[in-house]
């Protein structure tokens, strides 16, 4: 079955960084698309950021660009969100997804990230 676990959550001042990471199994990694979203308390979730399955396109929120940047391990069936410059805004659960076979929604359990000093 498809699984995807996050990691790397935590607590960061203002202007520090973080990577998270989600591990993923179940399915052919290398054939999918991955995105990361976050939400945050009394908000939607948002879609933070896009990678194509080779990896060759990029895609972010205006929020994020320039701070953020998404990648992936195909060897490692995992794919990474490096997040730099974080501001109290960025505080919300980040969640991996991928839409499997085109139909199905598969969302990790999250992964908890706060800014603030």
């Known amino acids: 079955q498809v699984q995807l676990v996050e990691s790397g959550g935590g607590l960061v001042q203002p202007g520090g960084s973080l990577r998270l990471s989600c591990a993923a199994s179940?399915?052919?990694?290398?054939?999918?698309?991955m995105s990361w979203y976050r939400q945050a308390p009394g908000k939607e979730r948002e879609l933070v950021a896009f990678?194509?399955?080779?990896?060759?396109?990029?895609n972010y929120a205006d929020s994020v660009k320039g701070r953020f940047t998404i990648s992936r391990d195909n060897t490692k069936n995992t794919v990474y969100l490096q997040m730099t410059s974080l501001k109290p805004e960025d505080t919300a659960v980040y969640y991996c997804?991928?839409?499997?076979?085109?139909?199905?929604?598969?969302w990790g359990q999250g992964t908890q990230v706060t800014v603030s000093s």
């Open positions: 179940g399915f052919t990694f290398s054939s999918y698309a």
């Open positions: 997804f991928v839409k499997y076979k085109g139909i199905f929604n598969y």
């Open positions: 990678i194509t399955n080779a990896g060759y396109t990029t």
